[in-house]
């Protein structure tokens, strides 16, 4: 069933999704910080742009964000002219951000006592996959709130999950960016070690890609480890924000997580040389400094 839906959050991941909604015949109400960016969506089809998230919530029944990281998330829901001034009893928020899991049970609860329902639902896939609606989608909350937003996010993933009660949707996407994290830096070991071994780098992926070391980040990667093309479909910066909501969890458990730790800090050091723009694949930059190989892979 098609309905009206908020979206608050139009930046490289939101804009993308937001889009795939419109196109599925859903009228949107958008809000972003940057009024320009709503408005110019709002021009390609079903879509109004309102002044706040609380506007939004107040003309939808079902409201999305999509933001950077945990303040924005507690602003734009519980701050002044937040989701939480406009929602109604029945509406359902659908944060989308990657967030903390902390927060997200807390304002699950708030959003309770307003009689409204609320579900964490962060999403991996990077901009490739919000474009092509291709999106893994791990979802918090209540099953009947998950069944009733299903159908949206059907249309912007591919893979939906439900992972449990509120909060759970951000700790298996802690999870995720956990292993992605580990992942690039491995792959970015593997790559500068074959390459000034004298192995072409293209031919080191092609090999791995035949085996047990396969994985998901060499296919969507390649071209930025081969072309050393770091125009960001997810930033290093907000990749080490994620770390860091990972490791806060892992304190609230009681987990150790040694080698995220330290990956952690290689996402800052790249930060601190200016690269925390650049996509998160930069990594292998990084490897490189550090292996004296000045003009990339396989120089």
């Known amino acids: 069933m098609r309905e009206r839906v908020g979206f608050v959050g139009l930046g490289i991941m939101g804009r993308p999704m937001a889009k795939n909604l419109m196109a599925a015949g859903h009228e949107l109400v958008l809000h972003n910080r940057t009024r320009e ?3 110019k969506l709002a021009a390609e089809g079903n879509a109004t742009v309102a002044d706040s998230p609380g506007e939004v919530a107040g003309k939808c029944p079902v409201i999305i964000t999509m933001l950077p990281g945990p303040p924005e998330v507690e602003q734009v829901v519980s701050g002044e002219g937040g989701i939480f001034t406009g929602v109604g009893g029945g509406s359902l928020i659908v944060d989308m951000s990657t ?7 807390d304002l ?7 009689g409204a329902g609320m579900l964490d639902a962060p999403v991996s896939g990077g901009d490739a996959g919000a474009t092509d609606g291709t999106l893994s989608i791990m979802v918090g909350g209540a099953e009947d709130d998950f069944e009733r937003a299903r159908p949206l996010f059907e249309v912007m993933g591919e893979t939906v999950t439900h992972t449990g009660p509120s909060g759970t949707g951000q ?5 995720n960016q956990v292993v992605v994290a580990l992942v690039i830096e491995a792959v970015s070991e593997a790559l500068v070690l074959g390459s000034k071994a004298g192995v072409a780098p293209e031919k080191i992926l092609d090999a791995l890609s035949g085996g047990l070391a396969d994985n998901k980040v060499m296919e969507v990667k390649r071209k930025n480890f081969l072309e050393h093309d770091f125009e960001p479909g997810g930033k290093a910066e907000f990749h080490r924000k994620d770390l860091g909501i990972a490791l806060s969890a892992a304190r609230e458990y009681g987990v150790a997580l040694p080698v995220t730790a330290l990956v952690d800090q290689m996402f800052g050091v790249l930060m601190a040389k200016g690269r925390g723009g650049w996509d998160h694949s930069s990594l292998i930059t990084l490897i490189e400094d550090l292996s004296g190989t000045e003009d990339g892979v396989g120089s």
Request: net charge positive; proline share 5%; glycine share 4%.
């Open 37 to 39: 960016k709503a408005e």
């Open 99 to 105: 967030s903390s899991p902390v927060l997200a049970k």
């Open 171 to 175: 700790v298996v996407k802690a999870a």
């Open 108 to 114: 699950a609860r708030r959003a309770g006592e307003l």
